[in-house]
């Protein structure tokens, strides 16, 4: 197959924001592709070259795309340099330059996908002495075959930067519909795909082993599933109502969320948003290893820094410099040790967990985890009435957790892998503000400081994400709540992620400075949620005319780096803290009004 055939599509996806014409281009696409090499699309669709989770990065740097592209145009890098400051995009400089040259006269051979692939493949792998060299070698050659629209896509893939802005719901819509048979067969995709989280797997599975392979899809060690999620409510009643009377309760740890893959050729432990992290927890994989009572197995838990002297849990944003150097790291360990606590199994010796109710998960779980100093299952203790639950959810607070995680006992409690749901309903007391819970927003935009913040952002603006139409609609603009340290750094953190116009996934009223793709996640508090006619999160959906904003927002220090821009808070979410906060004031009313 040819790359211009990809790259063909690719133009046209950028010329339109529309999701139903994304997805027909996108069937037409796998229509036309050959079995063998359907995988490989899909991942160069999605900008990479293998699933998120293996973390295999192609890791080109922008200096060598400049001597890759002044090599093969002929021109210098000053002169590449000097357009890239002026265009802002490489890929559009790398058409350009190209542009010129195919004037003057240019012989060249047609690139077919799988070089374009194995040429990418070959750089992710490269390291050590030589490898720059080697890197751009390759990069020359692909850039000397291609026409200038495949180089503008081949330079912004090696950059890490295709960004065309394609959700995997809509690659899943598009299987479905190429080779499932129809839209009849997307549920059983996406299950498929939440077992897995590996698109080119399910396309390739699909493609040569039809339909009944992807239904009997099962979980596999060390393809992470996607995590199960829950809804939320602030009332002990409530709660129990929609678990018909009686619930499991479980302590919410304020940690961070880890999904392990055990098995005798070693742990690899996911992050909430399915990255490798095995390196940052060396002790947690230690912890399993030594006490685990089975040979394979998958399962949640969160690590809490702990004090050494007391077993105190301690606050999380002690362990979330993790992410730092080795010297850090094991400094961190030593000083600030964790424990660890499971609270669901998904996979054990042979048996897929997921489609079993929460107390055989459970149950099964404390079989194979004895309790010791720094491992133990999550607290839990079952529950059917409002009082108790309180008083738990007071005695989880009082012991350093951010509230309960409330999850349904009945038999529709399976492991929804990849949904947001009834069955779990976390019971969170914020006392930080009058909005009952934390809300956590992607950043989209920013506006120039002044002042003291001259040279950094003075404010963000954030947005919601919603879920049904994939864009993200902005909820306020926030700047309070940033220490020095945060201001100073958030323009080099946000640079990757920022484009010159608006992003065409975001949805916004307001005119920002600087502009951003969605990927940033940040933890925001605020007073309430007002209805305001200039943020475009849940338009029209209580009044005409009107969308939702956070009132007072503050950033709480916390950078949800656990999180994609896709598990930001949804529109529908702060839809309903509105409404939920609507029925608080009229019941409080009518409570002073008797
Ligand atoms: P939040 O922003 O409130 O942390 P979230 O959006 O990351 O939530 P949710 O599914 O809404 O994810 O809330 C559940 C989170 O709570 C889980 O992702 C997990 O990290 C954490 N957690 C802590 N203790 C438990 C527990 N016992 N059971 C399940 N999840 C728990």
């Not at 093969?72 to 890098?77: A, D, K, L, N, R």
């Not at 010796?349 to 997921?354: G, H, V």
């Not at 040279?455 to 940033?482: E, H, I, M, P, Q």
């Amino acid at each position: 197959m040819l790359y211009s055939r990809i790259v063909d599509t690719y133009a046209k996806i950028e010329a339109t924001t529309k999701r139903l014409e994304i997805t027909r281009l996108l069937v037409k696409l796998i229509d036309d592709t050959p079995q063998p090499i359907i995988d490989k699309v899909v991942y160069l669709t999605q900008g990479r070259l293998y699933p998120d989770f293996l973390g295999i990065e192609l890791g080109v740097a922008e200096k060598l795309l400049f001597r890759a592209l002044a090599t093969v145009t002929g021109q210098t890098e000053v002169k590449v340099t000097i357009l890239y400051k002026k265009l802002g995009d490489l890929g559009t400089v790398a058409e350009q330059l190209l542009k010129e040259k195919t004037e003057v006269s240019f012989e060249r051979e047609a690139l077919s996908v799988e070089q374009v692939y194995n040429a990418f493949d070959t750089i992710a792998h490269e390291a050590g002495q030589g490898s720059i060299n080697s890197k751009l070698r390759h990069l020359t050659n692909l850039l000397g075959k291609a026409s200038p629209t495949e180089a503008k896509y081949i330079t912004r893939m090696a950059l890490g930067r295709l960004r065309l802005g394609v959700a995997d719901m809509t690659i899943l819509d598009a299987l479905a519909i190429s080779l499932g048979g129809g839209k009849e067969s997307r549920p059983s995709l996406e299950r498929a795909y939440n077992r897995s989280s590996d698109l080119g797997y399910v396309a390739k599975t699909l493609a040569t082993r039809g339909m009944k392979a992807i239904e009997s899809l099962k979980v596999t060690i060390g393809k992470p599933i996607r995590p199960m999620l829950a809804e939320r409510l602030s009332d002990a009643k409530a709660i129990l109502a929609k678990m018909n009377g009686e619930c499991a309760a479980e302590y919410k740890y304020d940690g961070l969320r880890i999904q392990a893959h055990v098995s005798p050729k070693g742990t690899t432990l996911f992050s909430r948003r399915l990255e490798n992290i095995t390196g940052q927890f060396p002790d947690v994989q230690q912890l399993l290893k030594n006490n685990l009572a089975a040979t394979e197995l998958t399962l949640e838990g969160e690590p809490v820094p702990v004090a050494s002297a007391t077993g105190e849990l301690l606050p999380f944003q002690l362990i979330s410099q993790r992410r730092g150097r080795k010297y850090d790291l094991e400094k961190t360990i030593q000083y600030i040790p964790v424990a660890f606590f499971p609270f669901d199994l998904l996979y054990a010796d042979t048996i897929d967990f997921t489609d079993r109710p929460y107390l055989e998960r459970r149950e099964r779980l404390r079989k194979l985890i004895p309790k010791s100093e720094r491992l133990d299952l999550s607290q839990q203790k079952i529950c059917n009435d409002p009082v108790q639950l309180d008083e738990f959810m007071q005695e989880a607070v009082a012991n350093g957790c951010e509230g309960l995680m409330i999850k349904s006992i009945g038999p529709d409690s399976t492991y929804k892998a990849g949904a947001r749901g009834w069955t779990w309903i976390k019971y969170k007391r914020d006392y930080r503000s009058e909005m009952q819970d934390s809300v956590d927003l992607a950043v989209v935009g920013a506006f120039a400081g002044r002042g003291r913040r001259g040279g950094t952002y003075g404010a963000l603006l954030l947005a919601a994400y919603d879920k049904r139409n994939d864009v993200f609609r902005t909820a306020c603009k926030c700047g309070s709540g940033f220490t020095d340290e945060d201001l100073d750094k958030l323009p080099k953190v946000l640079e990757k992620y920022r484009v010159d116009h608006r992003h065409s996934r975001v949805d916004s009223k307001i005119e920002a400075d600087v502009w951003f793709v969605p990927g940033l996640v940040l933890e925001i508090v605020g007073a309430e949620i007002t209805l305001s006619p200039i943020h475009t999160c849940g338009m029209n959906s209580i009044r005409p005319g009107a969308g939702l904003a956070v009132r007072f927002p503050r950033f709480t220090g916390k950078y949800r780096q656990d999180k994609s821009a896709e598990d930001s808070t949804t529109t529908d979410e702060i839809v309903e803290m509105y409404r939920a906060q609507l029925k608080k004031v009229t019941e409080n009313t009518t409570v002073e009004a008797a």
